[in-house]
């Protein structure tokens, strides 16, 4: 679940970068996409990031995903 914010006092982003007056994006997920495991302490994981941020995850995401094919694709057929 993906959730737009807007952040009117200074707020930290995951990766450390304090934003002031921007949009933001906080996300939240039930599992951990890496184990596929659900979180031990809280019923979902949750993570910020600016919008330039998630864009640049979702393309890096759809490089590696268009990667993976390519890698699991049998030789010879």
Do not use: C
Not at 10 to 29: A, C, D, E, H, V
Not at 48 to 72: A, H, M
Request: net charge positive; charged share 25%; aromatic share 12%.
């Amino acid at each position: 679940m993906i959730e737009q914010k807007f952040a009117w006092l200074p707020t930290r982003m995951t990766s450390g970068k304090l934003i002031w007056l921007q949009s933001y994006n906080l996300n939240r997920s039930m599992y951990d996409e890496s184990t596929g495991k659900p979180p031990l302490h809280s019923l979902y994981f949750e993570f910020t990031e600016t919008t330039k941020e998630q864009t640049w995850r979702l393309l890096t995401e759809q490089r590696i995903d268009n990667n993976r094919n390519v890698w699991n694709t049998p030789k010879g057929n």
